[in-house]
């Protein structure tokens, strides 16, 4: 079973909108974090935003907050007032347990904003 | 620039050569990463460094793939004989203080290493 699961390969937005990526988790550890990252034409790997599976509330960094649904295995990033700079594509990652070593990564979400 | 650094970035071999791949981490970190991405796919997890001990390498292809950080920071991931399946990006990442168990412990990725097989 795949341990991260992105079922959007391309979303478009448009500029000044709100959009939601999806992302569901598969792991039968009670202690993991997931993690979101952007990766522009570039290639680099741009961190975004984390949420531990016992955070209380919802992580939010700026314009990037974390819908997470603990019973549904989900952790959805919203990005709001999408902006041009924010067409790349997206990845949702997990590392299982606090010391985990290896992050495991969906195939990831094109996002275009369209101007 | 004080992030992860690769070089090169980009690399055309001929199948059957051997290659080097270098990682520079961010200075003190002590966890190190690498990955390989296949075009239009996620990053997969290929092996793990804490300081120069190589605590997981299930990640590995084959044994023609081998990785070394003899002092605890550089790190080169070689491919030998490489087969046009080794095309891909090599992402390297660290992140630090390693398995302390602090809960985020984000990895920071460098821009990778494109290499391509012909």
């Known amino acids: 079973a795949q341990k991260i699961t992105q079922t959007q390969p391309g979303m478009f937005v448009q500029e000044k909108e709100a959009v939601t990526l999806d992302c569901t988790y598969d792991?039968?550890?009670?202690?993991?974090?997931l993690f979101w990252y952007k990766q522009p034409s570039s290639g680099e790997m741009i961190f975004l935003i984390y949420?531990?599976?016992?955070?209380?509330q919802n992580a939010t960094e700026g314009r990037y907050s974390l819908n997470f649904q603990k019973a549904r295995k989900s952790a959805n990033l919203v990005i709001s007032a999408s902006q041009l700079g924010d067409s790349a594509m997206y990845f949702c990652?997990?590392?299982?347990?606090?010391?985990?070593?290896?992050?495991?990564f969906g195939t990831g979400t094109s996002l275009t904003v369209i101007p | 620039g004080a992030g992860v650094s690769q070089s090169p970035r980009y690399k055309v071999a001929k199948r059957g050569q051997d290659v080097a791949l270098r990682c520079d981490p961010i200075?003190?970190?002590?966890?190190l990463f690498w990955y390989q991405q296949a075009l239009g796919q996620g990053p997969e997890f290929l092996t793990y460094?804490?300081?120069?001990?190589?605590?997981?390498k299930s990640g590995l292809p084959s044994d023609r793939f081998f990785a070394e950080r003899p002092e605890g920071s550089v790190s080169t991931l070689k491919i030998q004989r490489t087969q046009q399946e080794d095309s891909a990006v090599y992402l390297c990442?660290?992140?630090?203080?390693?398995?302390?168990?602090?809960?985020?412990?984000?990895?920071?990725f460098g821009p990778g290493t494109r290499l391509t097989v012909l």
């Open positions: 949420q531990g599976s016992y955070d209380q």
């Open positions: 990442a660290s992140s630090y203080p390693g398995t302390s168990g602090r809960p985020r412990n984000e990895q920071f």
């Open positions: 792991t039968s550890d009670p202690s993991y974090g």
């Open positions: 990652a997990m590392r299982e347990g606090f010391s985990g070593n290896q992050f495991y």
């Open positions: 200075s003190g970190h002590v966890s």
């Open positions: 460094f804490q300081n120069e001990a190589q605590l997981d």
